[in-house]
């Protein structure tokens, strides 16, 4: 009998990338902290909060695979939140005009049947074009990136924003890095593709 598989998130993009491999799955979007810790690194960050909501949602799924995603993005070694409004969406687009930001996309799968647990994050540098403001203002107004960290949804109208990216995984910086996950998956058991 197939394991019952569950995403610990309630993000579409996440669950159209999941989709990809063919399992059937579920979803259950945890409400955990995502506040960073002082000192803590941002991929530390990224991994901690991966691992946290996984954890979470395995508490409510007996014996399921669960997987957990979570994305920071970083500035000059500072973090890029969730703007959560227009203007500052704004601020973190004009910040980031010319600048290379490191996305942090991190990715856990727990176990609950044998309470393994694993955990890694996959590095994504994102060189943004120069754009001016007006340009800034119209993709804002278009693509409401507002619960986006770093204000840029790269699989929609934010790719227009983007010079280059250098990734080891193309879906990491949508937020689910399905080259990892596949290992993970494997190291659990779970043959991709399925038969």
Known sequence: MPRQIVLASS???RQELLARLCLPFATDA???DETGLPGEPQ?????RLSLLKAQTAARRHSGAVVIGADQVAELDGSSIGKPGSHSAALQQ???M???TVRFHSGIAVVDEASG???ADCVATDVTFRTLSREALESYLQRDRPYDCAGSAKIESLGICLVESVRSDDPTALVGLPLIMLTSM???LGIELPPR
């Open 43 to 47: 991929a530390h960050t990224a991994q």
């Open 185 to 187: 998956l494997a190291t």
């Open 116 to 118: 393994q647990c694993l």
């Open 93 to 95: 687009l004009l910040a």
């Open 30 to 32: 945890p409400q955990v």
């Open 11 to 13: 993000s579409r993009y």
């Open 97 to 99: 005009r010319g600048r």
